[in-house]
């Protein structure tokens, strides 16, 4: 009972082992070497509007509740998740027009606006409920 039990007694096919060691640096890490900040991911999350966009909402007197952002963000991830550039998002009354890409509404137009209005440069329509 004196034998003594190695790495390669207890798991024969295991290579050697080689111990690990520490750097000099080990506390002063790049922290953008270690992916992206909590800021960049935020903001890749959050839809932006348009300096137009936002024109447009104000001349026709539509405002966003905070129901409605969180419905557009999800429509916006379920159309980049399919591979869409540029959508037509209709939500209730009103019609935006999103970058995917770079999660902004470029405009927005109201349901009185709606009526014989053809949309061009679009590559996809979320129906939004």
Do not use: C, W
Request: proline share 4%; aromatic share 4%; hydrophobic share 40%.
């Amino acid at each position: 009972m004196t034998d003594r039990i190695s790495i390669g007694h207890l798991y024969p096919n295991v290579g050697s082992i080689t111990p690990v060691r520490r750097s000099d640096t080990a506390g002063t890490a790049d922290p953008s070497a270690a992916g992206p900040s909590f800021q960049s991911v935020l903001q890749n999350s959050l839809v932006k509007f348009s300096h137009h966009a936002e024109q447009r909402l104000q001349q026709r007197g539509i405002q966003l509740k905070p129901e409605q952002l969180a419905k557009i963000q999800s429509a916006i991830d379920k159309a980049d998740s399919k591979g869409a550039k540029d959508s037509l998002m209709l939500l209730n009354d009103m019609a935006l027009i999103v970058n995917i890409q770079n999660r902004t509404v470029v405009t927005a137009i109201d349901g009185s606006s709606l009526k014989d209005n053809i949309f061009t440069k679009i590559d996809s329509a979320v129906i939004i409920s």
